[in-house]
């Protein structure tokens, strides 16, 4: 399958880069699971917009990679193909995890197996997607860089949608340089998907001053403003990551930024939210699986009068049935005013935080202006944690105990409230745990459209790892 | 790998029959015994675009099964929905013919439910903001009603159609065509401001009528272009309405009517005996003439609304609702009054141009320097009949005005008879490509019209004939049509009938 151009002719910016695809993104030449078995042998008929961006590009694809099924999950470890194991626990102690899989850490979800390809170096980079920090999330525990940028930014033409209004292409590399060559790639229009940022909006986006220039390389961050939300300290936080984030802060004062306390006061309320409007879409999104078509039907309970699908829908694994009742549920006649509207009313409570916050305006509505709010509190990025700790052990992500079933979403508390805002973050790899010795990232985020600032501030925080 | 698909055979079907039992029943007699019926309309108009309205597929009728197919129609994953323009366009120039109000913005929904011909589990609709709101059909004497009344529209909504279920080919299976998954339809609901069958009967045809002058719509309730549902509740005059229940899925006017009157018969015989009507969905069943219940409230479908994510709200600006107003064709009451007027033809006759999408532009240029009486005529009896004889649709017509004019001409410089008129147009309907006077020419069908000639002739028979001639003197009139005959034979019926009447009046009176 591997290509090589034996010519010797230039093929492209990413000729001969071998790139992994998480297994969502739709390859004709490889199946595509979603890591579930209802789409245990399925191959699309076609390519997804950014695979075929990167192949013109001259890139290769080595493989497709496992993730939680159909997105769904922090650790990876709701894959029907078997979870995700941390390569970084590979590396520390071999023998030990051959006698107890348990003992061995996840990689994170849902993009674990993007992040561990990358952190194990099987290839360049990865593609993930990020619906709720399912690409910054693994990044941090396997110590590489996971970018998620602005919601419409690259094309999810052939992205299976878990939750399409929080779905971004993701990108898993070990240095932000790196990210930035595939983001350069991708980042573009596609006619295909109604939801990408149109040229119009784009060109007013880069009309609009950002604090750093595209590519930008420079060190010096003087006059660039970094808010630290105060709602991010969440008590869950571990010491470890608490040290790395005021080490993280202090780094990039030294290079010149200056650094504000923020606020986002409807921080709290993004967890109900997202899990509310990602299940809703999931829940709809995922009804096309009915047996019909994908995965099988048995014969025998074909007759059962009025349930002429529930049968066929017990191929889906625990997690995704669990998420299907939730989102079905939250959809009805009866709850759809008590719980879906009032998710979405909190979203656009969560994106106007951070348009009171960001400096830039938010390009798809530049002209609204909050008076309130001085200019000089405003900020060009804000630096958070992405973890509440480092990775967890198989076995307490795989209980069952119900106490567990609400802390397994917590763990995404820091990362959903900039995918519902649809704004740009970045997880960077900052430092190991002093307790565990497991990596730590630490998390960018921009105003809508401003990826430049991001990833030059990113450039700058990587140099400091620890 | 999904175009023939085995599933269950629990999925019952309405037994499809054309014999229609036509018991006479006058919703008339009920408003005389105090009872009114309240009746609403929502019907489906197929969007007449060539393109899908989420996909670059092409529309289509009749093609071979899955042929118009995209990875799209079929729900395939990674999909994404894109809107078709032209399908906004249609739409918006509907409801401003209605005059409805076009919302500046609205979106998108999806709406959830199992069946094998949905391959995504759920449709694309309009719920929660519509495209418009508003609007009315006027009905007048002009359509065929005693007095006016105005039927509000409640709301416009684009939405996708569904695939066919295709039942009974193979008992227990059921086939999947997925050709009309994704094509856009326009859902036009009406307020309950109907009153009777032929008010509702009347609204659908001037509905028909205004979308295929428009060209939004083919609006063919019997290919399926256009579908029906109707409301209907009854109650006693001066008391608030009653329970309505929804009949689904007619396919004809004659059965949209036909069911609103046996619905209303059995609601009123339900109330006299003293039974409520619970609110549900039926079906009509075409043979026994009755409807029957298909689906109670408490087992309906919740739809778990969702606005879709995928597409962005539907924006419409003033310039783009100002350039669609000025592009709408002449509608049609204003054609109406003005064909009437203009061309001094009966509101039959105009209805009759109506009917058919071009009708009224094919006689406007046909009738250009020719009497508008002759030109209609031959439009709406001869061309017509004979087109649809031989199944041709009207757009296909393959008569141009000008060989339709020719045929006229012809008649009126006497080269030929209506009679032979007919076979000429016969002659162009079967794909004949030539003006009259050439297929006149070659088939030999011209007319004798040399004065001098038929004046032998008509002398020679009546010399031949002196007993038919002293019957008619002695007041037989009725036997001067034999003689017309004898001559017609004699001529091989190209004599010009009148110039023989001449003649024969001339010799016997």
Same mark, same amino acid.
Not at chain 1, 348 to 367: A, E, G, Q
Not at chain 1, 397 to 413: A, I, P, Q, R, S
Not at chain 2, 129 to 139: D, E
């Given at each position: ?344 009313? @909190? ?120 | ?41 929502? @019907? ?362 020719? @045929? ?102």
């Amino acid at each position: 399958m591997i290509y090589l151009n034996i010519v010797g002719s230039f093929n492209g910016s990413l000729d001969g880069i071998p790139i992994a695809y998480k297994d969502l993104f739709c390859t004709s030449s490889l199946p595509t699971t979603c890591g579930s078995f209802m789409l245990k042998d399925f191959k699309s008929p076609f390519n997804a917009t950014v695979v075929n961006s990167l192949e013109e590009a001259g890139a290769i694809m080595v493989g497709k990679t496992n993730m939680d099924e159909f997105g769904m999950g922090a650790a990876n470890v709701y894959s029907a193909y078997g979870p995700v194991y941390n390569p970084q626990s590979i590396l520390f102690d071999e023998n030990h995890f051959e006698e107890n899989d348990g003992e061995r850490r996840v990689a994170g979800g849902s993009s674990g197996g993007s992040a561990a390809a990358v952190a194990s170096g099987m290839c360049f980079a990865a593609l993930g997607s990020d619906t709720g920090g399912s690409v910054r999330l693994p990044a941090s525990y396997c110590g590489v860089v996971g970018f998620k940028p602005s919601y419409g930014q690259c094309s999810r033409w052939g992205l299976i949608a878990y939750a399409n209004s929080l779905d971004t292409v993701g990108i898993l590399s070990r240095t932000v340089n790196d990210a930035q060559i595939i983001y350069d790639v991708i980042s573009k229009y596609d006619v295909n998907d109604s939801t990408s940022i149109t040229p119009e909006v784009r060109s007013i986006n880069s009309s609009i001053p950002s604090f750093f220039k595209l590519n930008s390389n420079t060190n010096d961050l003087r006059g660039l403003r970094i808010g630290v939300p105060k709602e991010y300290f969440v008590s869950e936080l571990s010491e470890s990551i608490i040290d790395l984030w005021k080490k993280g802060i202090s780094y990039l004062k030294s290079h010149g930024a200056s650094i504000v306390s923020v606020s986002c006061p409807n921080t709290r309320h993004a967890l109900s939210a997202y899990y509310i409007l990602a299940l809703s879409e999931a829940s709809s999104n995922l009804a096309r699986f009915d047996g019909v078509r994908y995965g099988y039907r048995n014969e025998d309970s074909n007759q059962k009068d009025g349930l002429i699908y529930a049968d066929t829908r017990e191929i889906f694994g625990k997690e995704v049935k669990k998420r299907i009742i939730l989102g079905t549920y939250t959809l009805t006649a009866g709850s759809y005013g008590n719980y879906f509207l009032r998710a979405q009313k @909190i979203r656009r409570m969560i994106k106007s935080d951070f348009d009171r916050v960001f400096k830039r305006p938010n390009p798809l509505h530049p002209i609204k202006k909050d008076l309130k709010f001085d200019d000089d509190n405003k900020v060009d990025v804000l630096i958070t944690p992405v973890a509440i700790s480092t990775a967890p052990k198989v076995e307490d992500c795989l209980t069952t105990n119900v106490n567990n079933f609400v802390n397994t979403y917590v763990n995404d508390v820091l990362v959903m409230p900039a995918s519902l805002a649809g704004i740009p973050a970045i997880s960077i790899p900052f430092g190991v745990s002093s307790i565990d010795g497991y990596p730590i990232g630490l998390q960018l985020i921009a105003q809508y459209g401003d990826e430049n600032t991001l990833l030059g501030v990113a450039k700058v925080l990587e140099k400091g790892a620890n | 790998m999904w175009s023939f698909v085995k599933i269950i055979n629990s999925y019952s079907n309405v037994a499809k029959s054309f014999r229609y039992n036509t018991k006479k029943f006058s919703t008339r007699d009920l408003h005389q015994k105090n009872w009114e019926a309240i009746i609403g309309l929502e @019907i489906h108009a197929q969007i007449n675009s060539k393109k899908k309205l989420f996909s670059n597929s092409s529309t289509s009728f009749n093609e071979p099964v899955n042929t118009n197919v995209s990875v799209i129609d079929a729900a395939f994953p990674g999909t994404i929905p894109r809107a078709n323009s032209k399908c906004i366009e249609l739409t918006v120039a509907t409801s401003l013919a209605l005059s409805g109000n076009v919302q500046s913005v609205s979106f998108f929904d999806r709406k959830h439910y199992f069946y094998p011909d949905l391959p995504a589990g759920y449709q694309i609709t309009q719920h929660y903001a519509p495209i418009s709101l508003g609007g009315k059909i006027t009905l007048s004497p002009l359509d065929g009603l005693e007095y006016e009344t105005d039927v509000r529209i409640k709301q416009i909504q684009i939405e996708q159609d569904t695939g066919k279920s295709i039942h009974d080919v193979r008992p227990g299976i059921v086939l999947i065509d997925l050709n009309r998954s994704g094509t856009g339809l326009m859902e036009i609901v009406t307020e309950p401001d109907i009153r009777s069958s032929k008010e509702a009967g009347l609204t659908v045809r001037k509905l028909q009528t205004l979308l295929r002058t428009l060209g939004s719509s083919d609006g063919n309730m019997e290919e399926g272009s256009l579908r029906c549902d109707v409301n209907v509740s009854v109650h006693e005059a001066g008391t608030p309405f009653g329970t309505r229940c929804e009949i689904k899925n007619l396919n004809s006017i004659k059965f949209l009517m036909a069911a609103i009157d046996v619905e209303i018969e059995r609601q009123i015989a339900e109330l006299k005996k003293g039974r409520a009507i619970s609110q549900e969905t039926r079906g009509y069943d075409v043979t026994a003439n009755k409807t029957f219940r298909l689906r109670t409230k408490e087992t309906s479908t919740d739809y778990r609304y969702m606005p879709e994510p995928d597409l962005p709200s539907l924006i419409i600006t003033e310039d783009y609702l100002t350039r669609i107003y000025n592009t709408l064709p002449e509608l049609p009451d204003d054609r109406k009054r003005r064909l009437m007027n203009q061309y001094n033809i009966s509101l039959h006759d105009v209805m009759s141009l109506m009917h058919e999408g071009g009708g009224v532009e094919y006689f406007e240029e046909a009738t250009k320097n020719r009497n508008p009486h002759h030109v209609v005529n031959w439009i709406t009896h001869e061309l017509y009949g004979l087109l649809n004889i031989n199944n041709i649709k009207f757009n296909n017509n393959p008569v141009t005005t000008q060989q339709l004019g020719s @045929i006229i001409d012809s008649i009126e410089t006497g080269d030929i008879s209506a009679k032979i008129g007919k076979k000429v147009l016969l002659q162009m309907v079967s794909g004949d490509k030539r003006l009259s006077s050439d297929i006149i020419q070659e088939k030999g069908w011209k007319q004798l019209t040399n004065m001098n000639e038929l004046e032998i002739i008509c002398k020679n028979i009546l010399s031949q004939n002196p007993e038919q001639v002293q019957q008619y003197k002695q007041g037989n009139k009725n036997i001067y049509r034999w003689f017309v005959g004898q001559v017609m034979k004699e001529t091989k019926s190209k004599a010009n009938p009148k110039l023989v009447n001449d003649i024969l009046t001339k010799y016997l009176d």
